[in-house]
């Protein structure tokens, strides 16, 4: 046998390889079977500190044709608008899908927003008190005409909290390799507001407010488990 097709042979030997362990390693139990039923409208309070759903300001978060995709994406979608005693308005948006995998990764409003013609003028990372333990946002500024928007938002994959993609990538390849496929989801927060330093601390308050009235089950379930 020839030097050249040996080394085919090995190549196709590899190649092989690589399909079998893929079929063979490729996760298959849903973390969303082994764990509590997610139900947004339950999990997130109507009422909490000095923050109230606005029933009388429907909040309109995307384009019809952006809520079509997201339906695909996530198996549920949550959209309030919160109104506090000083008539401070937050707008909430969550959306959880039980399969986290490469096909249903999260959407993330820098993709999100430009989709429906805003510009993205600012993106930082902050850190807010969720009850528990500090947690991780993405901070950004969407600008849309004389429109200014402040958001502050995560994403969990699992039991962790992730901020970029690499982050989330990570994340799903360390429950891939023990054959599980995480659930995971997108919590956003965010204001109408030209002053992104006061809006992102109106944002750090809502939010801190909110974790404190869940249980720590659910807390965990929105923020992250601690030390995860």
């Avoid at 973390?31 to 109507?46: C, G, T």
């Avoid at 997201?70 to 959209?79: E, R, W």
Wanted: charged residues 15%; aromatic residues 8%.
């Amino acid at each position: 046998m020839t030097v050249t097709r040996i080394k085919a042979v090995i190549a196709f030997v590899l190649m092989v390889s690589a399909v079998a362990a893929a079929y063979f390693w490729r996760p298959t139990v849903h973390l969303a079977d082994s764990r509590a039923k997610v139900d947004l409208e339950q999990m997130f309070p109507l009422a909490f500190g000095d923050w109230k759903v606005d029933k009388f300001l429907p909040v309109q978060l995307v384009a019809p044709d952006v809520a079509q995709l997201l339906a695909t994406i996530y198996s549920q979608t949550l959209s309030r608008t919160y109104i506090n005693s000083q008539g401070q308005r937050i707008m909430l948006s969550v959306a959880y899908g039980g399969d986290q995998s490469d096909a249903t990764r999260a959407h993330r409003p820098e993709v999100c927003y430009p989709a429906q013609g805003f510009q993205i003028i600012a993106n930082q990372t902050g850190v807010v008190n969720a009850g528990a333990h500090p947690l991780r946002v993405r901070q950004l500024v969407a600008k849309a005409g004389g429109r200014v928007e402040p958001i502050s938002y995560w994403v969990t994959v699992g039991d962790r909290t992730v901020l970029s993609g690499t982050e989330q990538k990570l994340a799903q390849l360390s429950y891939s390799t023990r054959g599980v496929i995480p659930d995971g989801m997108l919590v956003r927060v965010s204001n109408i507001d030209a002053n992104s330093v006061l809006a992102y601390q109106l944002h750090g308050s809502f939010i801190s407010q909110m974790t404190s009235a869940m249980s720590e089950s659910v807390r965990d379930r929105i923020v992250g488990a601690a030390g995860a």
